[in-house]
């Protein structure tokens, strides 16, 4: 292998830092809602969630839709289709770097979960089971690093439009559901906006996969 170009370690470093920032931010919004500083976002934004689900059962019908499609069971069988679906189109690459995201992603949220240890809200009745800590929410930073990748492993315009109404609507579902404070689910796209900062580093060119297959 030839020595990496001036570029590429630029982008390495790019990607690199991108996500040790958005580590410090995950931190600083876990500083700042374990002070209350953000008791007026979180509380404000749940109580007009809550008020709204007391009038709209069908908004809450499509929020719990959207929430099991975001949860792991969806995230692995969205991860299952699209690899095979890379397989049978003959990009390998792209499915072990899809595969490897992921499984990186997971761990990483999961580690910081145990660092932060932090409880579940309680100022809405929880309409969905969930027994892991709340911050940073798993299904935003998820979902951010699954739809995400698609969107990048599409390259097309539309496909980060879509990704990017998808990863919000989960969000807004947990907290709809009352299962996340709005600063849990900033702090997980925050994650997982970062963790894909780092990983497009490895993402294969289309072109250079379609010449090896071929």
Not at 25 to 35: D, P, Y
């Amino acid at each position: 292998m030839g020595a990496r170009s001036i570029s590429d370690r630029r982008s390495w470093l790019g990607g690199a830092g991108a996500f040790l920032l958005a580590l410090v931010g995950v931190l600083a919004i876990a500083l700042l809602q374990r002070s209350g500083v953000l008791d007026g976002l979180n509380i404000g934004a749940m109580t007009v969630a809550g008020e709204a689900r007391a009038i709209s059962p069908a908004i809450t019908s499509i929020m719990l839709a959207a929430s099991r499609i975001g949860d792991t069971v969806g995230r692995i069988a969205v991860i299952i289709a699209a690899v095979a679906l890379l397989l049978w189109r003959g990009r390998r690459s792209g499915a072990q770097w899809l595969a490897l995201v992921m499984a990186g992603g997971t761990l990483l949220n999961l580690g910081l979960k145990q660092l932060f240890a932090a409880p579940r809200p309680d100022l809405l009745p929880h309409l969905d089971i969930v027994h892991s800590y709340s911050f940073p929410s798993g299904h935003a930073a998820g979902n951010m690093m699954l739809f995400g990748a698609l969107a990048m492993l599409a390259g097309r315009w539309g496909s980060y439009v879509l990704a990017g109404l998808l990863i919000a609507l989960i969000g807004i579902s947990r907290v709809w559901l009352g299962v996340h404070w709005p600063s849990d689910v900033l702090a997980g796209w925050m994650e997982g906006l970062g963790w894909l900062c780092l990983c497009r580093y490895w993402l294969p060119a289309r072109g250079w996969e379609q010449q090896r297959i071929a």
